[in-house]
């Protein structure tokens, strides 16, 4: 990780400890005065953000930081940093955080040039063929190792009232550079680390059995998982183990650009968690992602097989794999019951009735029914 190296993979990547600072000659390059900077509001206060902000003012530049965001963030977040932008007059958008952040930005990106109402974009409904006017320039910067987001071309934004998630999505939503620096990602704290670095194995390992074919995907979620069955238990307890931190941002990355293929059953089973107990994506992914596993495994051993390699299990199968998410949660620090992050038995109907209206299970291997959906919740209470 000494030296900064660039790849192609599905749009311009520089990677490398130190890649952050070529930022501001970038937006220079670009023609670009005034960028907005959308972060979350927790990492709006961090010195590597102020840092980034210095170095871009002191290259010439005039940012403007928006951060005004929920944890699972909403369509009020992005009309307010809509109007953020114009405000300020800004030229170009900077997406910096993890999926939060990053969703926002991107979902800014899409309404500055396109005006009606947000949700007329969902993809779930047709809504890209609205996408027809320019975006403003946009690049990211990931901070954290879990959702990939940085190399994504849609964003999940939820509606303010009822929560229902939906998905802005287009070709053009996706960041022109990504300067992937995982230096930015030292000193996080072991609980944050860990929560995404599991979202990060859960996008591999499910694009890797969706149901849908593309061989491509299944070799880059396959290197994924080996990349980081090999370093997130470092990354969590050697915070600022620079070879372990790299791998879990290329294996985050690696996970979005593999679940192009498809998610699946553990998706449906963390997404309405975040919706009606605003429980973190990642922790709600950790949690399920065993009993997930569990429900696919009849009928796709050999795939199971592939994934124990790949974590490790030399010789593997299925059922030890399962065990060994189990225990890596537990070695992680994090819980194998959802009674442990506050879900209840009188929960289970709500998040079951979201579940199956969930967007991610259409591609999971087999088929689930609400009833699979309320017996997984069971089951891992």
Do not use: W
């Not at 969706?210 to 070799?219: E, F, T, V």
């Amino acid at each position: 990780m000494s030296n900064i190296v660039q790849f192609n993979f599905p749009t311009v990547i520089r990677f490398g400890i130190g890649a952050i600072k070529e930022l501001p000659q970038h937006l220079k390059d670009q023609g670009k005065k005034r960028p907005l900077l959308v972060t979350d509001p927790i990492v709006a206060t961090l010195p590597f953000f102020l840092e980034i902000v210095e170095d871009l003012k002191n290259a010439g530049l005039a940012p403007t930081v928006y951060a005004e965001m929920h944890k699972n963030p909403v369509k009020s977040d992005v009309m307010k940093g809509k109007a953020a932008f114009a405000g300020a007059e800004c030229d170009s958008i900077v997406g910096i955080g993890g999926g939060v952040g990053l969703d926002v930005a991107r979902s800014i990106a899409l309404a500055i040039n396109h005006h009606r109402d947000l949700f007329d974009y969902d993809d779930l409904i047709g809504g890209d063929k609205y996408v027809t006017e320019e975006v403003p320039y946009f690049v990211t910067v990931p901070t954290t190792s879990g959702t990939g987001s940085e190399v994504g071309r849609s964003a999940i934004i939820a509606d303010d009232v009822t929560h229902q998630k939906k998905i802005l999505f287009s070709p053009k939503l996706l960041a022109g550079v990504v300067f992937a620096d995982p230096a930015l990602t030292f000193g996080l704290p072991s609980f944050v680390t860990a929560a995404t670095g599991m979202d990060a194995l859960t996008h591999n390992m499910e694009a890797y059995v969706a149901k849908n074919y593309h061989p491509m995907c299944d070799g880059i979620a396959l290197e994924g998982i080996k990349l980081i069955a090999k370093s997130i238990e470092k990354a969590t307890h050697e915070g600022n183990n620079a070879e372990a931190r790299a791998d879990m941002m290329l294996a985050s990355l690696m996970g979005a650009v593999a679940f192009q293929k498809g998610l699946g059953v553990v998706h449906s089973l963390a997404h309405p968690m975040s919706q009606l107990l605003d429980t973190h994506h990642g922790l709600a992914n950790a949690v399920n992602l065993p009993y997930g596993m569990e429900f696919n495994l009849g009928g796709f051993e050999s795939r199971f097989e592939d994934m124990a390699n790949a974590m490790g299990l030399k010789n593997g199968n299925g059922n030890q794999l399962i065990d060994e998410l189990f225990k890596l949660n537990e070695r992680l620090g994090l819980p194998t019951r959802l009674s442990a992050i506050d879900v209840k038995e009188e929960h289970l109907d709500s998040l079951a009735d979201l579940a199956i209206a969930d967007f991610c299970h259409p591609n999971n291997p087999k088929p689930v029914t609400r009833n699979d959906f309320f017996n997984l919740y069971k089951k891992a209470l």
